[in-house]
């Protein structure tokens, strides 16, 4: 079945750096856009960064820009966010979620999340 | 940067018709998105494009769109309806996705 299985969450220091990972199953991997959203523990849901099927055009939140790098590996069916910088803000789940690569077309389907710590 | 503007919550009788509005600066020139997510759990699209429903959802659930403000309706609410749910755009202007605050849904 289609399916996106985050991992690479956990704790760490501020100032450090974390990669995660999402692996992509059931579906075309390479034909979809994919996104990176965060959700701060008892917040709302913020997006982070997509990147477009083939890779070619990376956009970013504010709030991540110049620290967090998404790429992705269409041979391996896997989605990265490398984060660099951390501070305590970033501390959140961070869910990968795919989107049809057309316009702006709406996230729909969604893995369960790695939770990501920033603390000393 | 554009934002979009929920109620924090919103209650509702079951069986009764819960709507819940997203506000934002000419948000019916856009195609709004619906999530919902429940508590421990990833969030489910529920509207997209203003209006449809992807496979498997119920229709009880649509949307509309116009002016400033988008509109998430479910008719005949459940218990198990009873959740956050999250309106979306693109902000052509800034490159970003944008979320709504969140809606809490209580059914009483």
């Known amino acids: 079945q289609v399916q996106l299985v985050e991992s690479g969450g956990g704790v760490v220091q501020p100032g450090r750096s974390l990669r995660l990972s999402c692996v992509a199953s059931?579906?075309?991997?390479?034909?979809?856009?994919m996104h990176w959203v965060r959700q701060a523990p008892g917040k709302g849901l913020e997006w982070v960064t997509l990147i477009s099927y083939d890779g070619s055009k990376k956009y970013y939140a504010d709030s991540v820009k110049g620290r967090f790098t998404i790429s992705r590996d269409n041979s391996k069916n896997t989605l990265y966010l490398q984060m660099n910088s951390l501070r305590s803000e970033d501390t959140a789940l961070y869910y990968c979620?795919?989107?049809?690569?057309?316009?702006?077309?709406?996230?729909?389907?969604w893995g369960q999340g790695t939770m990501v710590t920033v603390s000393s | 940067s554009f934002v979009l503007t929920q109620p924090p919550s919103v209650s509702v009788a079951p069986g009764q018709t819960a709507r819940i509005t997203c506000e934002g600066s000419n948000i019916g020139s856009d195609s709004v998105h619906w999530y919902q997510q429940k508590p421990g759990q990833a969030p489910v699209l529920v509207v997209s494009d203003d209006r449809d429903r992807p496979s498997g959802i119920p229709e009880r659930f649509s949307g509309s769109n116009s002016g400033n403000t988008a509109t998430l309706t479910i008719s005949r609410v459940e218990a198990g309806d009873e959740a956050d749910y999250y309106c979306?755009?693109?902000?052509?202007?800034?490159?970003?996705?944008?979320f709504g605050g969140g809606t809490k849904l209580t059914v009483l």
């Open positions: 979306q755009v693109w902000d052509t202007s800034s490159g970003h996705w944008v």
């Open positions: 979620a795919r989107a049809p690569p057309f316009g702006n077309a709406a996230f729909d389907i």
């Open positions: 059931g579906f075309t991997f390479s034909s979809y856009s």
